[in-house]
């Protein structure tokens, strides 16, 4: 969902992206994750996602976060970005996502 939805993002205008993961992309992924490719195994989600939003729009302003969105972090992660006026939800976990919620 979130490769999804930050490139539809990224080429419908929106100028200023935060993506925020530490996890690297497995085999697996590829069956659903825009960046997921043979060539990009093993390598940062968020590092190929900027990649290739920049590749489609050079003018979108990607900043990277590489943390993991915890019920413990949730909070910070979120306070700690100024100017935010929205957060797309592509987390994995239920309890991760309440913790963003709350």
């Known amino acids: 969902v979130g490769s999804w939805a930050a490139e539809?993002?990224?080429?419908?205008?929106?100028?200023?992206l935060i993506l925020i993961d530490l996890d690297d992309i497995c085999i697996s992924n590829t069956n659903r994750q825009l960046h997921a490719l043979t060539s990009t195994v093993g390598q940062m989600k968020i590092d190929e996602m900027?990649?290739?939003?920049?590749d489609i729009n050079p003018g979108c302003n990607v900043t990277l976060i590489h943390d993991f969105v915890t019920v413990d972090t949730a909070d910070e992660l979120i306070t700690?970005?100024?100017?935010?006026?929205?957060c797309i939800d592509a987390i994995d976990g239920m309890i991760e996502k309440t913790a963003l919620i709350l």
Do not use: D, E, I, W
Not at 50 to 54: A, E, F, G, T
Not at 80 to 86: K, N, V, W
């Open 8 to 16: 539809a993002l990224c080429r419908s205008g929106v100028g200023n």
């Open 50 to 54: 900027k990649r290739r939003l920049l």
């Open 80 to 86: 700690s970005l100024p100017g935010l006026t929205a």
